[in-house]
């Protein structure tokens, strides 16, 4: 699972990234509103801070501008004390004042963040994306300043990315599958070319895998392969559903390419030495292992002999993909040595099969039948 380059999404919105959108005019310190916002500008504990703003939107209601400006200085702080759903209730108050306001609606998703609660992070997230591609798209306005203008959309660009951040780290935190594969739906559905639908896909192909929903991420797969956006989980994913299906061509080329993008991919950041090579091994064998069988299964011994015996050192631990290595071994060289009469070939035949016999599992019967058949024909003691 990985959390990678994201320092753009993590670093981006420390505080409001555009100009105060609600102004407060001069306030009369001596007046009862005007001394609690006094109050609440000299007060430095957000808890106590809170306390003395709800105060004010509870006594001056009718005090339409500064409620206004009351509400934008609450929301981030009832963020900041963990009352979330206060947060959003706020933001909601907002933006029934002013529908693009971008502060309001991103704070919403964030306090959906913290709540973990991915039908919410999916709505706040799409309401964001949508003010902020709004604003994005605006053009100048007569008498506005050209870099608070360019700045507005710079900030608007980088919420937008936000948003698609937010739905690819609720789906690496979802322990709901079904949630899972929805957020990374509606990722590649607001962006096809986001940065994160190939960091998402390992965690898709695992989710669909849990929820019996494979053939779901295979078609996720295959959008993405198109748009030349790959992960060597969810590409061995797609091989495996190809191999079931007996689609031969599409399992070689998908076992192939997730060796050759693992072989490619740099560490990732935090993941420590030994585990990104556990990894590593882990792809590249599976995906010899694929590639060989599914060759042998075309009748394309040589290849198939090749891409299996590259295999077995990164499955020797595991007896289920060995077992099925060894049969095809001896499977396909047992071919090779029909045609070829060539001695090791034949030898290897029979050293494969026996050693598949020995294996508890589905191929034991008939590699024990294999072995029979090699020693008969070939008239070996």
């Known amino acids: ?25 001069a306030v009369n310190s001596e007046s009862p509103d005007g001394k609690l916002i006094q109050q609440s500008l000299q007060e430095t504990d957000p808890a106590k801070k809170v306390a003395i703003l709800e ?19 609450l929301q981030p702080l009832y963020l900041k004390v963990g009352n979330n759903d206060k947060a959003i209730e706020t933001g909601d108050k907002l933006l029934a004042l002013d529908a693009d ?34 604003v994005a798209a605006s053009p100048k306005r007569e008498g506005e300043d050209g870099e608070e203008w360019k700045h507005a959309v710079d900030y608007a660009k980088q919420v937008d990315t936000y948003t698609e951040y937010a739905l690819y780290l609720a789906a690496l935190q979802s322990p709901d599958p079904q949630k899972v594969m929805l957020l990374s739906d509606t990722l590649e559905k607001r962006n096809p070319d986001s940065q994160y639908i190939a960091l998402v896909m390992e965690r898709y ?38 191999m079931q299906k007996q689609q031969f061509d599409k399992a070689l080329t998908y076992s192939t390419k997730a060796v050759e993008v693992i072989n490619s991919q740099p560490k990732p950041e935090g993941l420590a030495d030994a585990d990104w090579e556990k990894k590593k091994a882990s792809i590249i064998g ?12 075309q009748s394309k011994y040589a290849p198939s002999d090749k891409a299996l015996r590259t295999a077995l ?29 060539n001695k090791t070939q034949i030898n290897d035949a029979l050293k494969f099969s026996q050693q598949c016999s020995a294996i508890n599992g589905p191929f034991q019967a008939q590699a024990q039948k294999n072995v029979k058949v090699i020693k008969t024909e070939f008239k070996i003691p």
């Open 205 to 242: 192909a695992a989710s669909a895998r849990q929820a019996n929903a494979l053939p779901k991420a295979v078609e996720f797969g295959e959008r993405a392969y198109a748009r030349k956006q790959f992960s060597a989980d969810m590409l061995l994913a797609m091989s495996d559903y190809s």
């Open 1 to 25: 699972m990985q959390i990678l380059h994201i320092a753009l999404a993590i670093g981006l919105l420390a505080g409001n990234g555009l100009a105060q959108r609600h102004k407060l005019a």
């Open 313 to 341: 050192p990164y499955i020797k631990d595991n007896q289920h993909l060995m077992a099925g290595a060894l049969f095809h071994l001896g499977l396909v060289n047992y071919k090779m040595g029909q045609t070829s009469k």
């Open 286 to 297: 599976l995906g010899h292992w694929m590639s060989g069988v599914t060759l042998s299964n």
């Open 101 to 134: 306001d971008i502060d309001a609606s991103y704070n919403n998703l964030k306090a959906a963040e913290a709540k973990k609660d991915a039908d919410a992070i999916i709505k706040w997230s799409a309401h964001t994306s949508q003010i902020a591609r709004k």
């Open 55 to 73: 105060q004010f939107i509870a006594q001056f209601a009718d005090k339409k501008e500064a409620t206004a400006w009351v509400l934008s200085q």
